[in-house]
């Protein structure tokens, strides 16, 4: 199991909890036999009104069009994906996935123009051979979606983060979710996945901790640590 972080209060601690198909607005996922894993996480963060607004004011000049639509795009990506890998494969319909592109756009405002570019995305990466084991639920010991980790006074937050039974023990996997096609080429992109790591392995000793990034064109990128 997860261990209690020094810098987490009790009262902080998020206890998984097994996910309704039917609700793919739970942002968690995780097998029956999974029940004892104890994740430390941050107090949900209520955002204050304008806050939304104002982060846009202040970084929309900086973005070209092309970058703004871009960014809009990964998080309707994001952001359907934490929904619908907690719903088996078997119930990932046509009709499911588009209703959570739909609801994934108005969550965080994006324009509904792009849902058919992120739909196209999150079916490829659903769909990818290569993925599945680690976005199918009945593939895991345990997984879940945006957790949050406290690791040497900075707050993490984690794309996903699954565990996977093997015949040498638990084995842990930070996945990040990355729609550029060579993120391994991004020294920024290598050095925040190490410290995903190391906060995972500090609360985990003992435990085998791997990482990789999955693309927008269904490829797992596993990161040498």
Sequence with gaps: RLQEAQ???????????????????????MTPNASLAVLPVLVPMVEPPGAR????????????????????????????????????MPQRSASRLAQAISAACRAVDAPPTLGERALSVVTH????????????????????NEVSLIHAGRTLRLDRLVAKSTAAGREWWVLDYKLQHRPQDMPSYQTQMRQYVAAVSALQPGEVVKAAFMTGDGRLIEIAL
């Design 53 to 88: 607004d104002a982060a846009a004011a202040s970084t929309g000049a900086a973005m070209d069009p092309g970058q703004a639509e871009a960014a809009a795009l990964g998080q309707v990506v994001h952001k359907a994906l934490e929904w619908l890998t907690t719903v088996p």
């Design 125 to 144: 990466i659903l769909s990818s051979p290569d993925l599945s084991p680690w976005l199918d639920p009945d593939q895991l010991a345990w997984a879940g």
């Design 7 to 29: 810098a987490v209060e009790e009262g902080d601690l998020w206890v998984p909890q097994t996910p309704d198909p039917g609700q793919p607005e739970s942002s968690r996922a």
